[in-house]
């Protein structure tokens, strides 16, 4: 067995993001996804199948390092050490508000770095008689689509099926030759950004100064037939399957309207999406495999198509153009850049493959987790700790039928007041559109 | 080609993108319910567009147009035709 994987591009870009957000925020770049169990999880039988399914992988115990082509790897340990996956419970009583656990949610995922079990962590969190698991994860080891096919097997194992360790791990290759079509990605990544930039206007929001940053979670869970209105409204505002640029356009439309200080100063709106370039979903379970493309919206008058139709436009133009391979194939030359290097670039000359927020639509793969220890699962959602600079990100799921909307973000860029406005817009935009 | 020719084709094509069986899809039914999302839509029109030479985003799509298998593959036929 290979004990060591090379890195590709985004896998590096997160390291380098990882490695930047320790030294200026004081945490890692995790990210959480939260199941909600119709029943009383045992503790100690969720906690021993836990730690034997995350010592079947020598991946969880590795580290990145230079190799010997100075390509980035992961290196892995010839020994498994047992797995002491880090495992807690708190309690709340039946009377304990949604909006109470998210906040215990949100401070499960900001650990401090050099916390036991680094990669993975799991917090059970018993109110009344639901359990809410909470699976918190290192993105340099898992993004989301990854992340909910790890705690789908997990849980799988849990309810007494074979576990299966079969995940691509050491498949990718170095892909250090050809140097000319990654330059050439490159060129066309920057020139769409640059194009973009142009039309959306500047990126320098400026953070707010002052105490730590902590980030602020607000979880709009929807019902089934509040989501079947929603894909209805998406569908014909957007075009057939076009919920992303729909949520683009309704988040940077609420944004707007909350005029928060941070976007006074700006003329536009650059929305990064994160797109998924698997191509062997049930294998490719740990690592980065997602690029992107970025929506823009210039300020002023609305396009006589409306913001959401343009937006779909612009999704499909640079999905078409091949723009997120672009992405994949340009991040390899990222490689050679320390890991240390990289926070600096990306507030100077990098800086224009910032947003002024993110947006990520992760589909319904969390529907898979059907129960939990034989509990049925009522419904799932994702929480990223810590979205993209300039620290403010929506993430959007499905979980049998539901759709759960995410916003998060950082004191420094948001405050609380703010952060509340945003949300009341939102959630007019979602329920209420006629009065807005 | 035909209406069929095309069908079968998209359903193995689409098969590939959601990397699932194509004998297991049921090609009336709403392409969201299969598990596509906007960007293996786009996917799937990237494909007709080159496979077939069309232009099917330019084509006035209606969402009846492109609501299951079976209606892409009637809308590809209907675009093909001069």
């Known amino acids: 067995m290979n004990r060591f994987r090379y890195l590709n591009g985004i896998d590096w870009v997160v390291t380098g993001l990882d490695h930047s957000l320790r030294q200026t925020a004081g945490t890692g770049n995790w990210a959480q996804l939260v199941v909600e169990v119709d029943g009383t999880v045992d503790f100690e039988r969720f906690c021993a199948a836990a730690r034997r399914f995350c010592g079947l992988f020598p991946v969880l115990q590795g580290r990145a390092v230079r190799g ?110 050809p140097w000319a079509p990654k330059f050439k990605s490159g060129r066309q990544v920057v020139r769409m950004l640059h194009r973009t930039r142009h039309e959306a206007a500047p990126f320098d929001l400026s953070p707010r100064s002052g105490p730590e940053a902590r980030l602020r979670f607000t979880i709009l869970p929807l019902t089934p037939q509040q989501s079947a209105g929603l894909l209805d409204r998406a569908y014909a505002e957007a075009g057939y399957l076009m919920l992303t640029p729909w949520l683009a356009s309704l988040i940077t439309a609420a944004l707007e309207q909350a005029n928060p200080q941070c976007i006074q100063n700006l003329n536009g709106f650059m929305v990064p999406c994160s797109a998924d370039l698997r191509t062997d979903p049930q294998r490719q379970m740990f690592f980065n495999y997602a690029a992107f493309v970025c929506l823009s919206r210039p300020a002023g008058e609305p396009p006589p198509e409306g913001w959401a139709l343009r937006f779909s436009r612009q999704f499909a133009d640079q ?24 926070g600096r670039l990306l507030r100077g000359p990098l800086g224009v493959f910032g947003g002024t927020l993110s947006l990520a639509n992760v589909g319904d793969g969390l529907s898979a987790i059907r129960s939990v220890d034989g509990l049925a699962v009522g419904n799932a959602f994702h929480m990223p700790a810590v979205p993209p600079a300039p620290g403010m990100g929506f993430f959007v799921n499905s979980c049998n039928g539901c759709l759960n909307l995410c916003l998060v973000s950082s004191s420094r860029v948001l405050s609380g007041e703010e952060h509340a406005r945003l949300t009341d817009h939102l959630k007019a935009r979602l329920f209420n559109p006629a009065r807005e | 080609m035909t209406t069929n020719e095309i069908q079968t ?17 049921d090609v009336n039914a709403p392409l969201h319910t299969l598990g596509l999302d906007s960007m293996r839509m786009v996917e799937v029109i990237v494909f007709i567009e080159s496979q077939y030479g069309i232009d099917l985003m330019g084509s006035g799509l209606r969402r009846e147009d492109v609501a299951s298998i079976a209606a892409l593959a009637r809308t590809v036929e209907r675009v093909q035709q001069p």
């Open chain 1, 68 to 177: 010997w082509q100075l390509v980035p790897v992961w290196k892995m340990p010839r020994r498994l050490k047992p797995s002491a996956v880090p495992v807690n419970k708190h309690f709340f009583p039946q009377s304990a508000a949604f909006e109470t656990i998210v906040e215990c949610l949100g401070q499960c995922i900001a650990v401090p770095p050099g916390t036991p079990g680094r990669y993975l962590g799991f917090n059970l969190l018993y109110h009344g008689k639901k359990t809410w698991l909470a699976f918190r994860f290192d993105h340099r080891l898992l993004d989301a689509r990854g992340a909910e096919l790890f705690l789908h097997r997990l849980i799988q194992s849990l309810n007494g099926a074979g576990p299966d360790p079969d995940a691509d791990v050491a498949g990718q290759k170095a892909c250090l030759t």
């Open chain 1, 319 to 342: 999905l078409k153009s091949g723009l997120p391979r672009d992405f994949e194939n340009a991040w390899k030359l990222s490689r050679i850049i320390p890991a240390a290097l990289y």
């Open chain 2, 9 to 25: 084709e998209l359903t193995r094509r689409i098969a590939d993108i959601l990397s699932c069986d194509p004998a297991a899809m």
